[in-house]
C-alpha cells in the first residue's frame, strides 16, 4: 500500500476550514495545487480535479463520506478492488480555537503496486494543499 500524508495547525475553527474544503466552486481561488475543479462537494457525488501535479489529466473522483465538520473522503478505483485511491480530510479541534488538519491518501488492490510506480510523488503537493488550506483559512477566505 501506498500513503500520502500531511499534518497541519490552522489557527481558524474546525468550521471555517470546513467551510473552505467543501465550498467546489472557490476551491481551485485558495489551493495552488488546484488547476480546476468542477462538480459539489456532496456525499454521493462525482468531482473532477486537475492538479498541478499532472495538469494533463482530469482526476473523477466520488464524495465518499462528509461528516461535518470533521471528515471528509475522497475515492476512485477500478472495479473488483483491482486498484483504489482513498483521500481522507480529517479535522479536530485543538482546543484553543484552531484546528489540526490531516489529508491522507491511500493507494490499495492488487494492481497498486504497478499502478503506484506511475504516480508521480505526491508529498510535496500534499504539503502546498496545507499550506494554501492554513493561509486562505487564517485570512478569513
Sequence with gaps: MTTYS?????????????A??????????????????????????????????NPKRAFKLNVAEMKAPHRMVWSDGMPLGLFKGVRTFTLSSVGDGSTRFE??????????????????????????????????AEAGS
Excluded: C, H
Excluded at 510506480?117 to 494543499?129: G, N, V
Design 103 to 136: 489529508m491522507v491518501e491511500e493507494y490499495s488492490g492488487l494492481l497498486e503496486p504497478l499502478i503506484s510506480r506511475s504516480i508521480p510523488d505526491m508529498t510535496d503537493s500534499f504539503r502546498e494543499f496545507a499550506a494554501s488550506l492554513k493561509q486562505a
Design 6 to 18: 500531511v499534518e497541519e495547525t490552522i489557527a481558524a475553527s474546525p468550521e471555517a476550514v470546513w
Design 20 to 53: 473552505l474544503l467543501t465550498d467546489g466552486s472557490s476551491i481551485a481561488d485558495w489551493n495552488t495545487t488546484i488547476v480546476s475543479f468542477e462538480g459539489d462537494i456532496v456525499v454521493g457525488n462525482g468531482i473532477k480535479l486537475v492538479s498541478t501535479v
